[in-house]
């Protein structure tokens, strides 16, 4: 195994309740949102993907990162967005996460760590 | 709330070990993977996005659903592949992660289960 291999990581899933539907319409705020969550870990974000549901609904969308990604689902109708952030290697996800929550500002939110990688290395 | 809205849901995330490594290097076979099982679980792909990070390395992606997400991360040099299953509404996960169960075929693997979604519906 070459040791640059780093399929190890944290991966965050993370619900926030009670944000404001303003921050969960727009395509281009949010990419802009995962993409600095993103650089506050580190990451290299590879690309950017969204989808709008249309109208007054919610989006769907991933930053593909060089050390995993970042998806977010957004329903403003009810003021819940469910996000996750899997990072490998040395990078620390807590500190996309931090963002996230503080650009989002949730009334709520429940936060899941869940250790990923192989038993191999 | 709406009677459609529904974001609830079970995010999967499984650990695959000792995969063939000729399986986890080309993106036109892993999307079409990542597409079969999406429709093992009756979800609609809205796009598929895939980096492949070159040589012997293995590759990025991720369906994005009209019910949340399916995402990639393959390591052949080490028989790794990290993967998340995420839908929201009616639809079972565990029917596209026993597709790939199936046609990737692990020596190993470690499966999690997480409930997602808004305690306001």
Redesign the interface.
């Known amino acids: ?2 040791a640059d ?1 780093n ?1 190890n ?1 944290l ?1 965050i ?1 993370a ?1 926030f ?1 009670g944000v404001a539907p303003s921050l969960l319409k727009n395509v281009t705020t949010l990419e802009q949102t995962l993409r600095e969550a993103a650089a506050c870990s580190g990451a290299t974000v ?2 950017c ?1 969204f ?1 709008h ?1 249309g109208g007054g609904l919610g989006v ?3 930053a ?3 050390e ?2 970042i ?1 977010i ?1 957004t ?1 403003p ?4 967005v ?1 996000l ?1 952030v ?1 990072m ?1 290697g040395r990078l620390d996800p807590t500190l996309a996460i931090g963002y996230l929550l503080r650009k989002l500002a949730p009334t ?1 939110h429940e936060i ?1 760590y ?1 250790v ?6």
Do not use: M, N
């Open positions: 195994v070459p291999v399929a990581g991966h899933l619900d309740q590879l690309s993907h989808h549901f769907t969308g991933v593909l990162l060089a995993s990604h998806s689902h329903w109708e009810i003021e819940f469910a996750d899997y490998c709520e899941k869940i990923r990688g192989s038993k191999t290395i």
